[in-house]
Every structure is written in C-alpha cells, then in structure tokens.
C-alpha cells in the first residue's frame, strides 16, 4: 500500500511495511549531527558531545521481548490495527531491534542532547565531565518519524539501552516504572491535558536488571533494598520531543560562543521546534526574529494552561525541570510524578524533588522555565530591539497570564462564571483542616449537594461540631453563586466534566505491576479501562474498586505515598 492510499483510506495499518511508508525523518534530515558519531550507530560510551543537534545511534533490544499492552485509543487515532502490536515485526522494533525494518524506515535511531537547569539555576556538576556536554537522552532513543493523516508524530523507546548521554547507566528501564509510564499518558489523555502518548509495551523475559526499591510495608524515606527487576521498552509517542532544556543547550553556547556555528544551532532548533510544534498558528512567513516573539507568545499560553490543568486533577510533577518541560507545552517524562489524594498544597511525591516542585508551587517553577526559555532564545534577538521589547513583554506578562489561568480553573471546578477569591480560600483552609479527598471531593461537590453529608464521602477524618458547621455555612455561601446561573442539573454536568471521578491512585497501581512481574497483565488491562474513561460513571464494581480513600495502611508507604526513584 502506498502512502497515498494510506492517507486516503480509513483502513487500519496491519503491516509494518505499510506504516514504514509513512516515515519522514525531519529531525535528522535537516538539523545537525554530531560530527564525532559513528556512522554505524554503535555509540554507547558515555562521553562530551560539543556541537550537533543529535546523535544518531541504535537502541539495544531487550531480550526476549513479550507483548505487556497497546493503547488501543491511540491505535485507532493512528488507524493501526490492534493486531499489528502483536505481531513479530511490530514488536521487534518496538522492543529495540532496528535491524529488520522495512525501508524507508532507518535502521538507526537519535538521542539528543540537552542542558540542566532546576528551578531558574544553570546547572552542570551533574555531567561527568563537569562542563554541561554530558546531558541528555540516556535511555531514550527515537527510531520512527511518521506523518499519519497529516499529522506528525515522533516515537520514542523509553529504556532503549546506553547512548552517549547514559553517564555510566545501563540504558534500561523496568517494568515497574514502565507500567507507570504507560498507564500514566493515557490517563493524562483521557483527562483531557496535552501530553505524550502511549504507544505499547513489551517486557524482557529473561533481562532484568538490579534497582535500589522498598521493602513490603518499608515507611522508610528512600529505597532500603535492592530487587532484581525484569527491563522493559515503553514506547512514549508526540509532534517531537524537543525540550526547554535542548533551546538551553544552544543558547547558552551561542551566548558563550562555543563554536563557529552556535548561533546557527541555536536558529536552527528554535526554527525547529515551530516547525514541529507550532507551525499551524505561526506563520512561515514572517522573519525569524518574528516567529521566536510569536513562539514565546504561544508557548506562554501552553505552558500556564498547562500548569492549571495539572493543578485542576491533582497532578503533580515532581521533577519540573527545564529538561522535562516539552518546548509543545504538553505533559513529558513520567518519572517522579503522583497525583494528590488526601488534599495538600505542599504534596510532593518524590523524595528528592524539595519544595520547589511541589504541588501548588508547579506555576511558580513553570516560570522559571519559562524564564529558561527566555533567556536561550534571546541572544537570537540581539540586533532586532523592537522584536526583543516585545519578547521580554512576554517574559513579564507570564505571572500574570498564569494566574488568569489559575483562576479561570477554579472558577470551573467550582461551577462558576467568575471567580471568587473568598470563597476559595475559605475553601482551601477548610479542606486542609478536614484532610479531604481532592477528587472525590470535588465530584461529590459537582452533584450540588443538599447539605453536607456527602461531602463526608472525602473525608479522611472524622470533622468536629464546629468544622461542620464552617463547612455547612460555606456550602449555602457556595450554592447561593451557582445556583441562580442556570438549571442545576445541567451546572452538574458542567462541573462534571472538569471533575474526574476516577484518578492515579498509587496504592491501586502498585498491585498492576507487582502482577505484571509475575507474567499477569490482567489488571494492567483493568486499569486501562478505568483511567480511559476517567469521568464517566462506571459499574458498581468499578466504583467499590476504584472510588474511594487511601486505606491508611498506605500513607507513608515507601514506594506508594512517596519514592526516591523511578526506573
């Protein structure tokens, strides 16, 4: 089948080779290569890489390789055939053996390097060589471009195996974090906020590598055993995986003049990422300086609408630096992330991530990436002032433009027109003092309540006579907003369709994959179809299963209500 016939016809992809037809490699047909690769790909030995926008190299297939699971909604959005992730070929390359696919597909792949920065601060004495080259994909390697029905997609093998970016790592990922990465894009997706995708999942059966984890009922703060754990290949999907860390990269060595061709490097990513992200509202035609104002305009918008859906569901990432801010403004790398169940401002599910990432400090560490941003793209402005007057207007106006977004977030969780200061703080202090659900909390609010008592259904603690009457008295305050604004029944709705009721509960996850280490996926298939149909109201089963408190056995479970890692 030709790649016009694919692109005119509704009928699923079946065959490795016809999807091979849809490859179009932007990213390595028109942007730098590291002039020290090999030519062969071979390139595992960690090392400086000085100038180059990529390095190519192959990914190392996990042994054995064994079908975990598909996304069968992305399938369907690809027009693949749940059948293709089943089959030899398809798994073969998705497992990390490059060496049978069909032309045009390459049978090299890139990892791509990128610079470090944690909370607005540059940083390089993580690298190995102490000067900043040695960050990037360690374990990431993409093998596949593809235009599917005019959109372009980048694929990514999550635990590929070493590249020069590994810094003394085995390049492996394990199932554990693996399941969670898979389950987590999707759940992400069906709530309704950008981010990578998932595309399959496949398991070693006979490669395992040794990880620092907890101990069955361990509360201790950081990992206190070592397990041996079977690798995996997840293969995470999106427009491309360029990072605010990767314009860094660049801008800082065109600002320190590194090499004759930095500022073209710099140009050439930043013109990039618009091509690859951007390039349905920024018109080609305007002049480069043009186009990088109206990527931080639009970026800017991203980023902080973002952020406020991260906070509407209780996401929180706990490890928000520039290098895990997509330049797309979408979701990436599900690593230290966890979402807030018993309501906490200051949750933090990794261990490692300090305050600075917490949850409801996200908006304030997105504009010190924001600021990241900034500060690589600027030096492209220099002999353009009035370009670059606009471009810091932006950089200032980004506070403001997150806090619009704040408020018009929770004016829709509170099935409001407007927002109202009072009543979200009085909110806010009385779900802290009564330790409240955050999601069952606001689902049990979007039915409008007669009075308080299924609110009770949030509450972690039993309330006294007198924070029930602060909550009784904040409900009428409450009600006396929405309910003049239309017919209830169709504000509950509203309400409802920003309000999950079901969420990532880590205490619910952790049997998925401790399961899958056993050769059983059946609740990973589960929870694919409960997290896919997050708003939905689902059987009774379901509900009993899924819609309830953290039992108390699991707060402050290592490796459930916190973890120090995530490999």
């Not at 390595?28 to 000085?50: C, E, I, W």
């Not at 880590?506 to 996926?521: S, T």
């Amino acid at each position: 089948m030709t790649k016009q016939q694919l692109d005119e016809t509704s009928t699923a992809v079946t065959r490795l080779e016809d999807l091979a037809t849809l490859a179009d490699y932007s990213l390595m047909n028109t942007l730098n290569s590291d002039p020290d690769a090999t030519v062969d790909g071979d390139d595992y030995r960690p090392r400086q890489v000085f100038t180059g926008h990529y390095v190519p190299v192959k990914p190392t297939p996990i042994a054995d390789s064994d079908y975990v699971a598909h996304s069968k909604v992305f399938f369907r959005e690809l027009h693949l055939d749940d059948s293709l992730a089943q089959t030899d070929d398809f798994r073969r390359l998705f497992s990390g053996d490059l060496s049978h696919v069909p032309a045009p597909m390459r049978k090299i792949g890139w990892a791509t390097g990128y610079a470090l920065s944690i909370y607005g601060t540059e940083y390089i004495q993580q690298c190995p060589f102490q000067t900043g080259n040695g960050y990037g994909d360690g374990r990431a390697v993409s093998v596949l471009e593809a235009v599917i029905s005019g959109q372009r997609w980048e694929m990514q093998l999550k635990g590929g195996g070493r590249t020069p970016y590994c810094r003394g790592g085995d390049g492996r990922a394990v199932l554990r974090s693996s399941v969670r990465e898979f389950l987590a894009q999707e759940h992400m997706y069906a709530l309704g906020i950008p981010t990578s995708r998932s595309l399959c999942l496949y398991v070693s059966k006979t490669e395992s590598v040794n990880r620092p984890w907890y101990s069955e009922g361990s509360l201790s703060t950081d990992p206190d055993i070592m397990v041996s754990e079977p690798v995996a290949i997840s293969t995470r999907v999106a427009p491309s995986f360029l990072r605010v860390g990767q314009l860094e990269l660049f801008g800082r060595r065109a600002r320190k003049g590194e090499h004759p061709k930095a500022m073209e490097e710099l140009e050439m990513i930043a013109l990039h990422l618009i091509e690859r992200e951007y390039k349905d509202v920024i018109d080609d035609k305007l002049s480069t300086a043009e186009k990088v104002v109206a990527l931080a305009a639009e970026f800017r918008y991203r980023l902080t609408s973002l952020v406020a859906n991260w906070l509407r569901v209780g996401y929180c990432q706990g490890n928000f630096n520039s290098d895990n801010c997509a330049g797309g403004g979408f979701t990436l790398d599900y690593g230290p992330f966890g979402f807030c169940e018993l309501f906490d401002p200051s949750y933090q599910p990794w261990t490692g991530g300090g305050q600075h990432f917490s949850y409801f400090n996200q908006p304030a560490a997105a504009e010190r990436n924001f600021h990241m941003f900034w500060t690589a793209l600027r030096p492209l402005l220099e002999s353009h002032p009035k370009s670059r007057e606009k471009f810091d207007e932006i950089r200032q106006g980004f506070s403001s433009e997150m806090e619009l977004k704040l408020e018009m977030m929770w004016a829709a969780k509170l099935g409001l027109n407007t927002f109202n200061t009072e009543l979200f703080r009085d909110l806010m202090t009385l779900m802290e003092q009564t330790s409240v659900d955050y999601t069952i909390f606001f689902r049990e609010l979007s039915n409008i309540p007669e009075n308080i008592e299924p609110l009770k259904k949030s509450f972690y603690n039993d309330a006294t006579d007198s924070l029930e009457e602060h909550w009784s008295q904040w409900l009428e305050k409450w009600k006396s907003h929405v309910c003049p604004y239309q017919n209830i029944e169709e504000r509950s709705k509203q309400m409802k369709q920003v309000n999950p009721k079901y969420i990532w509960r880590e205490w619910l996850v952790a049997p998925a994959y401790q399961l899958a280490m056993g050769n059983d996926y059946t609740l990973v298939r589960e929870l694919q179809e409960v997290l896919s149909q997050p708003f939905d109201e689902q059987s009774k089963e379901v509900e009993d299963k899924y819609y309830r408190l953290r039992p108390q056995a699991f707060f402050k479970a290592g490796g459930v209500s916190h973890y120090s890692c995530s490999s």
